[in-house]
């Protein structure tokens, strides 16, 4: 007599051949992910540093805008921006937020500035609240 069908321990080694795949195809793309969402914080990072020059340069000196600044411990003057009140406020950003959508608050501090030939150092920070920002 003919038996059509598979044996259990045929089934058992087939699930154990497609688990171990499973999991080596889970790590790679887990790994894939993360590298992802490095870079793309590295790129936000780098648009909101050059926004921030951008933002300085056209308005340094300008009516309207506060550009009160303090001293560091070199002595060079700082000037701060807020992200959401002066980039976006402005329009210089759309919006900047997090992954559930919702807006980043800030500052960005601009140091290093030699009159209107700006050679900018900026270092952002997101755990400070927004306040004396630029825009008035």
């Keep these: 007599m003919k038996k059509n069908g598979f044996t259990l321990v045929e089934l058992l ?13 889970g790590g790679v793309i887990t790994n894939s992910i993360g590298g ?18 951008l933002f300085f340069q056209d308005n340094f ?9 303090t001293k560091n411990a070199d002595n060079q003057d700082v000037y701060n921006i807020c992200i959401q009140n002066d980039l976006v406020g402005d329009d210089y950003l759309d919006k900047f937020t997090d ?16 009159g209107n030939q700006a050679r900018l150092e900026v270092n952002i920070d997101t755990t400070k609240e927004e306040n004396n920002c630029v825009k008035q």
């Design 13 to 25: 080694a087939v699930v154990a051949i497609l688990g171990v795949l499973a999991v080596i195809a």
């Design 36 to 53: 992802a969402k490095s870079d793309i914080d590295k790129l936000q990072m780098e648009t909101l540093s050059s926004t921030a020059k």
């Design 61 to 69: 000196g300008e009516e309207g805008y506060n550009f009160e600044s």
């Design 99 to 114: 992954d559930s959508n919702n807006p980043i608050f800030g500052i960005i501090e601009i140091t290093d500035v030699k």
